[in-house]
């Protein structure tokens, strides 16, 4: 994502709701997460998948030690998902397009 305000955004959630087809993966451990091209560490963010029971939701939030995404800079999440396993109540057939769809919820123009 870019920020393309301007001004810097802090504490940024993004939510990433996965395909029917996708959910029974949990992908929280595999995150990594890179701001303005820095690595974070995992103290810098809170990772969470299917919270409050909503299912295939996977959550990133940045914390005030992560710092501020700079306008015009980017941050950029990466992770490992995979299909449903074949024989599965979600298994995705032979052609189906899965849309994956994630954005950033929240943010706030200052420090918490």
Same mark, same amino acid.
């Given at each position: 994502?870019?920020?393309?305000?301007?001004? !810097?955004?802090?504490?940024?959630?993004?939510?990433?709701?996965?395909?029917?087809?996708?959910?029974?993966?949990?992908?929280?451990?595999?995150? =990594?997460?890179?701001?303005?091209?820095?690595?974070?560490?995992?103290?810098?963010?809170?990772?969470?998948?299917? !919270?409050?029971?909503?299912?295939?939701?996977?959550?990133?939030?940045?914390?005030?030690?992560?710092? =501020?995404?700079?306008?015009?800079?980017?941050?950029?999440?990466?992770?490992?998902?995979?299909?449903?396993?074949?024989?599965?109540?979600?298994?995705?057939?032979?052609?189906?397009?899965?849309?994956?769809? =994630?954005?950033?919820?929240?943010?706030?123009?200052?420090?918490?």
């Amino acid at each position: 994502m870019q920020n393309i305000g301007g001004a !810097p955004a802090w504490n940024i959630v993004v939510e990433d709701q996965l395909p029917l087809e996708m959910r029974d993966f949990d992908p929280s451990a595999t995150v =990594a997460v890179t701001l303005d091209g820095n690595l974070l560490a995992p103290a810098d963010y809170v990772v969470d998948y299917s !919270p409050g029971g909503s299912p295939g939701l996977l959550t990133v939030e940045l914390l005030d030690s992560a710092g =501020a995404l700079a306008p015009n800079a980017i941050l950029r999440i990466d992770y490992t998902a995979q299909l449903d396993q074949p024989g599965g109540s979600n298994e995705p057939a032979d052609g189906d397009a899965l849309i994956n769809v =994630a954005a950033a919820t929240v943010w706030y123009n200052d420090i918490s």
